[in-house]
């Protein structure tokens, strides 16, 4: 399996061979990267394998591709399990034609545990045992296989790893005594290696997305996304939901930080976060996305409402901070928001674009900032729909795919929104 070890190794040795690029000069770095490409082909001595008569999906009946559920049987000896010891899984649905060779991979998101008790009752849901899976799961939005609902990605190979550990792929450790298994940053190595087995190693295009908790994953396992890799392969990452702010909440408290606090603390996270941010910062606060991206280098793509409501109602306005129910009404709909409620949601707001001012600085960097009030963005009801959030006639969908393929620099900041039904899933 892919050690940490090896995962910073790679990353050191691509950045040496992008600094070595650069001095050489353009014309040796073309020419670099025609040897570099050969003598991979030359040393690997394989053509890519075929995906197509291994997995596969059905279509039901209301044509929505169902991909089968595929257990990883080789992450049990490395200690790559679910929180009840269960082997963690994956759906794959592969590519075909100008996407056989491209790889997006899609990192599940549904919340956090941070105490024995909390874990102890998710290993019991398919949040924490694949043995509770779904046998099949729904390929949507992003990872839709209809170019008229997905026209960037539809023919790519698209995976979505399932999220069973409880703390966005990034622990490693366990509790004997309560019979949990911490080994989120196993799941994703294992996951990685055992895809790579599978064709992703081939990739001249690569995508690294998930939502919420799996947002958060994606930022935080970008660069060792980006390592994996020959330096011939197009890499970026995308986070949709998962700028997660170090927000104070209605009573003066800090809800989230205080979440976070414990799903470091109990999963051992803190030997898996960027050094250099733990390098100056503790360990909770690395677990924030708003200390992590000035200092990532693969090109990075936030996605993410202004108005995020599973933050609203979860971080800024949960029901412990709001003993007497004064925020009811506009923890499920701002409409129903008083003056004063809706100058504290607008703080929020600008904090987010504050926390992003110096990320969108650079140019291979791309983000989507709207005003919607909803969590996730990449599904099939917001991602290229007819009525789905759009900024100068452009849906998500198109903004990413130019943010992408290098068409055009996407940096928007919205304050309008198409309707969306509020989703609070983390």
């Known amino acids: 399996m892919f050690s940490k070890t090896w995962v910073a190794e790679r990353l050191k040795q691509r950045r040496a061979v992008m600094k070595f690029l650069w001095v050489l000069g353009l014309v040796t770095a073309l020419v670099f990267s025609k040897w570099v490409d050969g003598f991979l082909k030359k040393s690997l001595n394989k053509t890519e394998p075929s995906l197509l008569e291994t997995y596969g999906g059905s279509n039901a009946a209301n044509n929505t591709l169902m991909v089968e559920l595929i257990l990883i049987e080789g992450a049990g000896a490395k200690g790559a399990v679910c929180l009840d010891g269960t082997l963690p899984a994956y759906h794959l649905h592969p590519g075909h034609g100008s996407g056989a060779n491209s790889w997006l ?22 949040y924490g045992s694949s043995s509770l899976m779904e046998k099949e799961r729904a390929f949507t939005g992003i990872l839709s296989n209809e170019a008229e609902d997905n026209p960037e990605f539809f023919n790519w190979n698209r995976v979505m790893l399932r999220y069973c550990d409880g703390a966005s792929f990034s622990g490693d450790s366990e509790n004997k005594e309560a019979n949990l298994q911490f080994r989120g940053q196993r799941i994703w190595l294992s996951a990685m290696e055992d895809l790579m087995s599978k064709g992703m190693l081939y990739a001249n295009q ?33 986070s949709d939901a998962g700028f997660f702010l170090d927000a104070v909440d209605i009573s003066g408290g800090r809800t989230l930080r205080n979440l976070y606090t414990g799903v470091v603390g109990l999963q051992g996270v803190q030997e898996n976060l960027p050094h250099y941010c733990t390098s100056h910062l503790d360990p909770t606060s690395c677990f924030f996305p708003e200390n992590l991206i000035a200092n990532i280098t693969t090109p990075l793509f936030i996605l993410n409402a202004a108005y995020d409501s599973w933050q609203i109602q979860n971080s800024l306005a949960p029901l412990s901070a709001d003993p007497h129910g004064d925020w009811n009404g506009c923890r499920l709909n701002l409409a129903s928001c008083s003056p004063s409620q809706m100058q504290f949601l607008q703080g929020f707001r600008n904090q987010m674009l504050d926390a992003l001012k110096q990320f969108s600085m650079s140019d291979q960097n791309g983000m989507f900032i709207n005003s919607c009030y909803v969590h996730g963005q990449t599904g099939q009801g917001a991602w290229f729909a007819p009525d789905s959030p759009a900024v100068g006639n452009k849906t998500i969908a198109e903004a990413v795919g130019d943010w992408y393929f290098d068409r055009a620099e996407v940096k928007v900041v919205d304050e309008t929104c198409r309707h969306l039904v509020p989703s609070v899933t983390a």
């Open 105 to 126: 991979i899609h990192l599940e998101g549904g919340a956090w545990c941070n105490d024995t008790r909390s874990c102890s009752n998710r290993k019991n849901s398919a």
């Open 206 to 238: 690569a995508l690294l997305t998930g939502g919420s908790a799996g947002g958060l994953a994606s930022i935080l396992h970008c660069d060792e996304f980006w390592g994996l890799f020959p330096t011939t392969t197009k890499v970026k990452c995308m």
